[in-house]
């Protein structure tokens, strides 16, 4: 790919995931570059188009972010604890306005769910099972439905808003992360995060 054609891919990225796709103007993407609103239709024919390169280069980036995550921990539980603690450092920034403009192109959202569905579940599940084949990892619930739950407050407080009154974010994340591997269940001698 060419540097422009790259950069228009980039800076189409950013613009799309900061402030929504219909937020964002052929227009605005081009003056971003710079390059005439005329050389983004040669590369890409639409704003669709364009979009359609935005979803293949996030898959790519979030393939290779879980890679990476993988060789660095050392074993189920560290990939997990990698994974939260780290969210920031390991995920795209996705606007609301983003997922919300995504509904509205049908192939680009089945192309992430499809992604979704077909390497980010499955891995996870198969991380979990691993996890709890090593007794780090509870057997009694499901990887699936452990899966599920993770998923939910990924997307939870993927929304900003909620953290208001609460304190900083690292102390909710931190808290967070401890009712996640010990519950709220008082034990006795409760383990301790490594």
Avoid: C
């Avoid at 609103?37 to 188009?49: A, D, L």
């Avoid at 993927?158 to 009154?165: C, K, L, Q």
């Amino acid at each position: 790919m060419n540097a422009k054609k790259e950069a228009v891919l980039e800076a189409g990225k950013r613009l799309f995931l900061e402030h929504g796709i219909l937020q964002t103007s052929m227009e605005q993407i081009a003056e971003a570059v710079p390059v005439s609103k005329m050389t983004i239709y040669n590369y890409y024919q639409s704003k669709e188009g364009l979009l359609d390169h935005v979803v293949d280069r996030m898959i790519e980036e979030l393939m290779s972010i879980y890679r990476d995550v993988m060789e660095q921990a050392g074993d189920p539980l560290e990939a997990l604890t990698i994974f939260y603690r780290d969210q920031e450092k390991f995920s795209v920034h996705v606007s609301q306005k983003f997922v919300t403009d995504l509904a509205k192109f049908p192939e680009q959202m089945a192309k992430l769910m499809q992604f979704n569905q077909k390497y980010v579940v499955p891995d996870f599940e198969l991380l979990i099972f691993k996890g709890q084949q090593l007794g780090q990892i509870r057997k009694d619930i499901s990887p699936q439905v452990l899966v599920a739950f993770m998923t939910f407050i990924k997307e939870f407080t993927a929304r900003s808003e909620w953290y208001n009154g609460l304190g900083s974010i690292n102390a909710v994340s931190e808290q967070l992360m401890t009712i996640m591997y010990y519950g709220i269940i008082q034990k006795d001698d409760p383990p301790h995060p490594t």
